[in-house]
């Protein structure tokens, strides 16, 4: 006794021992022992929330709604609507993008008609020259950071069109475009709601939990299940995917901003909304930026998951070409992929690192030099592309749009591995 | 300079502070109704609450440097943050220029802070995103003003600290003493009657110390301020100081300038502090002479009562008659005697009086 006095950890583990085996000797081994199994008290749960979402989504709160195409009313469930109408907006940003990119007339048929763009050949959207993308991004880069960022960026860009995955890059970039500056807003907000509300705060921390431990294929049903499937539906994903990081990154930056900053905010005499954006907000930037960057590691991540449901892009492709077990292809648009990333977290850190010149005496020229030159080099490539259809004809206009799969590739060498293995 | 503050302005305090309490904690300020303004610290402390400003009651005059001297964990930052309302004061009564400071709605705090009110920081505070040039120019920013006029007047004070050639250097680029310019700078850019220092020497080195207690010395004498001074050392307190008040626990023990701190310490824990201090290092001329003697009996060599006596004392102890001094316009305001200034560096302390 004295022993077990002494050492009261072992007398513990002893009690626990011998309930053990006082349970195992006890316990009847029976499908009907409640102490053997529990019985599925849960059971109906699932098939609830099954029965609850389709509720939900097609009989629950019916409304009329006019639908412009069929030209008359129809029933349908308030719920559906409105996660219709959300995901028709996401869409539009979206197809916006592209279509600047690739051109297209989906937007120009979101303000007017089908019938109207049928019976009107001038009415597409022409697509830009990726020539014109790629003199922008060198610009973009020069303007931001230097000649080593519009190296880059250039080099890119270049790799991208010359390897004839212009249309997928453009695709997912336009997704990624619409998805990564909503989740950094989207994340920003809700972190500076948490900095500024404890309440807030014990409510998002363990739902960001959840959320990053969720694997990325579980958003992919309840969202199919709500906004449908195709570009929206992967960009929504994608966002709830990638803000979590952001929030959590955004509400350690604005808790590591040193009191005395703080102080010396508000003994300037800052408002609220000065305080946050001119304060808190700059002095968290290391932090908030390493958010930015996750949240475009995170798109670009989500860019293969969420064309699962439907986005089209670089993912998709690279979707089917593990199908197809095309290991060049794979590789060729896996770097598209990360070229995409590199580029766009390097221009966004440049542009959020810009500093301003207060003693610059410009004129209108030398203030607007960059726009100035895009104007020039907007000009010169769609010339140049013009040019490009008297050279290359009925062709592909290779000075307009590389189509897929149309440029150089490295492909069959890397096939040759798997083929020769195989 | 405290006695150039005349009675006028000692009507008119510029901050003036009554029964102010600050204690941290959850249930503070049912506490301190219960305590009737009577502070028990154990009771205090058991409830779980922490006192930080106990009973503090005092005023500061236009062109004052009031100087709150005490050791860490003594209440002299939270006084500070009471005054400025970086923390919400638990009882008492604040008045800037007679305003009641914890009446204020936050827009009129803001607008006071705005115009009246500078501050330094210990470890600067300043915004690392901005360069020194933008770092003073914020408060204006903030204010509205437009971007040309804040940043010729950002420049102007960038050439008060002596910073010229670095407005576009990042704070991270400077070194201590140059950062706390730039936090000097940025909390007078928008010329504010009321300057609040918190410790803002004591994270630089030594003699980088001497150094900006003389700018800040140069400063005030440029823009005579009406200045709250935190610090825990005494000797900067006794250097830049009109009126000292060390604090102990929350409670100001002695509010007093340095010369009567120094010869009449009113409490224990006060004398402890002065026991090190060299006396002729610290006093004025002005606090040991006595009245002018007659012109016949005056030598030749003249003294500034402001002094310190340690500097004079060598060639005051050279002449062997009375030596005349004068106050800044050269008129005599007394006279001192070789032997007195012998009784003052050896001998006992008690034996003279202050004139101050």
Known sequence: MDFLKRYPKYAQFILLLIIFFALYLTVIPSETNILWRLPALFAGVPGGINWFAEHLMYDWFPVEVYDPELEEYETSALVRELTRGFSRGVLFCIEFVREILLGGVKTIVAFTSWDFVGENEWAVWPALPWTVVLGGAILLGYALRGKGLALLAGLAIAYIAIFGQWEPAMETLSFVLIAAPVSCLLGLFFGTVAYKSRTAETILLPLLNVAQTMPHFSYLIPVMVFFGVGDHAGAIATIIFATPPMIRLTLLGLKRVSPEVVEAGAMTGCTNAQMMLKVLIPTARRDILIGTNQVIMQCLAMAVIASFIGAKGLGFNLLLALNQLRIGQALELGICIVLIAVVLDKLSLAWANKQTDYFADDNFVQRHKYGIFFVILLTICVILSFIGKLIFGGGINFFHLIPHNQGITTEPFWQAGVDSDG | ?356
């Open chain 2, 1 to 356: 300079m405290s006695s150039q503050i005349s009675v006028e302005n000692r009507a008119k305090p510029v901050i003036k502070c009554s029964s102010v309490y600050k204690v941290f904690g959850e249930n503070a300020k049912k506490l301190l109704a219960q305590s009737n303004g009577r502070i028990d610290a154990k009771i205090f402390k058991d409830a779980g609450c922490v006192v930080g400003v106990n009973n503090a009651s005092f005023e500061v005059y236009e062109g004052e440097i009031l100087v709150v001297m005490g050791l860490s964990g003594s209440g002299k930052s939270t006084l500070l943050r009471c005054i400025s309302r970086l923390t919400d004061t638990t009882a008492g009564d604040i008045f800037i220029d007679g305003q009641d400071l914890l009446a204020m709605t936050s827009k009129q705090l803001i607008e006071v802070r705005r115009n009246k009110m500078g501050m330094v920081f210990q470890n600067f505070g300043l915004l690392p995103h901005k360069t020194v040039l933008e770092n003073i120019a914020f408060p204006l920013q903030v204010k509205g003003k437009s971007t040309d006029e804040s940043m010729k007047r950002a420049l102007e004070m960038v050439e008060l600290v002596g910073l010229d050639g670095r407005e576009n250097y990042f704070p991270r680029q400077l070194s201590g003493g140059q950062q706390q310019r730039v936090g000097i700078a940025r909390s007078l850019a928008v010329e504010p009657d009321i300057w609040f220092l918190d410790e803002p020497f004591s994270a630089l080195d030594p003699l980088i110390r001497k150094e900006m207690q003389d700018e800040f010395l140069r400063l005030q004498g440029v823009l005579n301020k009406t200045i709250l001074f935190v610090t825990h050392d005494f000797n900067e307190a006794l250097r830049l100081a009109d009126r000292i008040a060390i604090m102990k626990d929350g409670v100001i023990e002695q509010l007093d300038t340095p010369a009567n701190i120094v010869l009449r310490p009113a409490t224990e824990y006060v004398r402890k502090f002065t026991e090190e201090v060299p006396r002729e290092k610290v006093l004025k001329i002005e606090s040991v002479m006595e009245p002018a003697v007659d012109q016949s009996l005056l030598g030749p060599l003249q003294v500034s009562k402001d002094a310190i006596i340690y500097m004079v004392a060598e060639a005051v102890l050279t002449e062997p008659k009375h030596v005349a001094v004068v106050n800044d316009n050269g008129d005599i305001v007394g006279s001192i005697h070789a032997s007195k200034i012998i009784t003052m560096l050896f001998g006992q302390t008690g034996a003279y009086d202050d004139k101050a």
